[in-house]
Nanobody
Framework: QVQLVESGGGLVQAGGSLRLSCAAS????????MGWYRQAPGKQREVVAR???????NYADSVKGRFTISRGNAKNTVYLQMNNLKVEETAVYYC??????????????WGQGTLVTVSS
């Protein structure tokens, strides 16, 4: 299994920046893609950004040019640099890791979430 722990959420004014971090433990050698998702009150969880083990990234259209996802040198950490934040991006941000479990195929692991509040 893979366990994920996020950090870095908090309160920021609109236009400000935050950096989220996520550290993975457990079967980290089996992790393929890591990413960030978010869920605003009353809305479905949506993908924000993802990065593969080879460094290929993709972003939601709404965050392109403002958010940057990266992985640490040890490959078991992932970061999300968020710039020029908007009020409507207030949400709980979740770290995700897809990993090869062997017999059970590709599974998803989720962190507990970290709250990002953007004030006007």
């Amino acid at each position: 299994q893979v366990q994920l722990v996020e950090s870095g959420g908090g309160l920021v004014q609109a236009g400000g920046s935050l950096r989220l971090s996520c550290a993975a433990s457990g079967m980290i050698f089996s992790i393929t893609t890591m990413g960030w998702y978010r869920q605003a009150p009353g809305k479905q969880r949506e993908v924000v950004a993802r990065i593969t083990s080879s460094g290929i990234t993709n972003y939601a259209d709404s965050v392109k040019g403002r958010f940057t996802i990266s992985r640490g040198n040890a490959k078991n950490t992932v970061y999300l640099q968020m710039n020029n934040l908007k009020v409507e991006e207030t949400a709980v941000y979740y770290c995700n890791a897809q990993y090869n479990s062997g017999g059970l195929g590709i599974l998803d692991a989720w962190g507990q979430g970290t709250l990002v509040t953007v004030s006007s």
